[in-house]
Each structure stands twice: as C-alpha cells, then as structure tokens.
C-alpha cells in the first residue's frame, strides 16, 4: 500500500503524502486496538470475524484500484 501511494505522488506531494500515510497507519493501529478491545467485551470472536471482514473489503478494493490503475496507465 505504501508503494502505491509513493507511486502515485508526484515530486511536491510525496513527502506530504508519505506523511499523511504514516499518520494514518498509527492511528489505525491506535484505533483498531482500541475498538477490538472494546468489541472484544460483546463476544470474543468478534474482533477476529471483523478483522477478517476488513481485509477482505480492503483485498477487494485494492484490486479495484489496481484494474483503474492498469486503464489509465494505457491511455
């Protein structure tokens, strides 16, 4: 994922966008934390079934993103 945003960022926006990835994977690992031991409370599979469930919509959206990004690097 990183990867991908350090390749679609142009030279002014790179280190911004290194920045701003960065920042957002530390707050989903603060936030995840949190909620999955908030979850955890209400059955405890739950956050492993959730968790399983975003990486599934997170597999599916990144081949989503790499078909779009395969059709413009053609035009």
Same mark, same amino acid.
């Given at each position: 994922?990183?990867?991908?945003? +350090?390749?679609? +960022? /142009? %030279?002014? /926006?790179?280190?911004? &966008? &290194?920045?701003?990835?960065?920042? &957002?994977?530390?707050?989903?690992? $603060? !936030? @995840?934390?949190? !909620?999955? @031991?908030? $979850?955890? +409370?209400?059955? %405890?599979?739950? %956050?492993? $079934?959730?968790?399983?469930? +975003? !990486?599934?919509?997170? /597999?599916?959206? @990144?081949? $989503?993103? &790499?078909?779009?990004? =395969?059709?413009? =690097? =053609?035009?």
């Amino acid at each position: 994922l990183q990867s991908m945003v +350090a390749g679609r +960022a /142009t %030279p002014e /926006t790179s280190n911004s &966008m &290194m920045g701003f990835y960065q920042s &957002m994977n530390s707050l989903g690992g $603060i !936030f @995840g934390a949190l !909620f999955a @031991g908030l $979850i955890y +409370a209400q059955g %405890p599979m739950l %956050p492993f $079934i959730l968790a399983f469930v +975003a !990486f599934g919509l997170s /597999t599916v959206i @990144g081949f $989503i993103y &790499m078909a779009k990004y =395969k059709q413009e =690097k =053609k035009a």
